[in-house]
C-alpha cells in the first residue's frame, strides 16, 4: 500500500498516461468513424446519379440502389449508365471522372472498415490487422498487421478531403443536369 505524498503522485501519472493512450485511442477512431460517414454520405449520392442518368424517379433510384449490395456494384452501375451514347458526352464526362476518384477512395475506406484495430493502453500506439487471407501455391497467410502512425492518420485525413470535394461536385452535376432529386 502507498502511502503519504507519493500516492496521488504514483496515481496522477498512470492516470495521465492512461488518459494519453485513451485519448490517442478516441481520436483514432472518431477519424475513422468520420471516414465511414463520409463515405456512406458520398455513396448514397449516387442514387441522384442514377436516377438522372436511367431516367427514373428518386424512389425508383433508391431502390436500385440498395438492390446494388456493395459499392463496387453501385459505382459500375452509375459508370455503365453514364457511358450510354444518350448520356451528354460533358456529363458523361464528369460523372466518369467522379466515378473514379470515388473509386479510388475505396481501397482505405474498405482498409478501415474490414480489419480488426489494436491499441497499446501503455503507449497509445494502434494497429491494424487486415482480415484477407492471401494464399500462393505453398502457403496462405492472413491478417497482415499494420502500424496506424501518423502516416495512416494523414490517409485518412486526405481521403475525408476527397471524398468531401467528390460529394460536393456531384451535388454540381445533379444540379446541373437536372437530376431528380
Known amino acids: 500500500m502507498l502511502t503519504g505524498s507519493s500516492a496521488p503522485a504514483a496515481e ?32 448514397s449520392l449516387l442514387i441522384y ?3 438522372g442518368l436511367a431516367r427514373v424517379d428518386k424512389e425508383a433510384a433508391i431502390i436500385i440502389f440498395l438492390t446494388l449490395n456493395t459499392p463496387r456494384a453501385r459505382l459500375d452501375l452509375v459508370e455503365r449508365l453514364a457511358k450510354m451514347s444518350r448520356t451528354d458526352p460533358r456529363c458523361r464526362e ?7 476518384q470515388l473509386g479510388r477512395e475505396a481501397g482505405l ?7 480488426i484495430y489494436s491499441f497499446d493502453p501503455e503507449s497509445g500506439r494502434a494497429a491494424t490487422q ?4 492471401f494464399e500462393n501455391k505453398d502457403e496462405v497467410k492472413y491478417g497482415k498487421v499494420e502500424s496506424l502512425d501518423e502516416a495512416e492518420i494523414a490517409k485518412i485525413k486526405k481521403s475525408l ?7 460536393r461536385a456531384i451535388w ?5 443536369y437536372g437530376f431528380p432529386t
Not at 487486415?130 to 487471407?133: G, P, Q, T
Not at 454540381?172 to 446541373?176: D, N, T, Y
Open 12 to 43: 496522477s501519472n498512470a492516470s495521465a498516461g492512461e488518459n494519453a493512450a485513451t485519448v490517442r485511442i478516441h481520436e483514432i477512431l472518431l477519424l475513422v468513424g468520420r471516414l465511414n460517414y463520409t463515405w456512406t454520405n458520398t455513396e
Open 109 to 115: 475506406r474498405n482498409k478501415f472498415n474490414h480489419c
Open 94 to 100: 464528369e460523372i466518369l471522372a467522379l466515378t473514379r
Open 161 to 167: 478531403a476527397a471524398l468531401a470535394g467528390v460529394n
Open 172 to 176: 454540381r452535376v445533379v444540379h446541373k
Open 130 to 133: 487486415l482480415m484477407r487471407i
Open 49 to 51: 446519379l442514377i436516377a
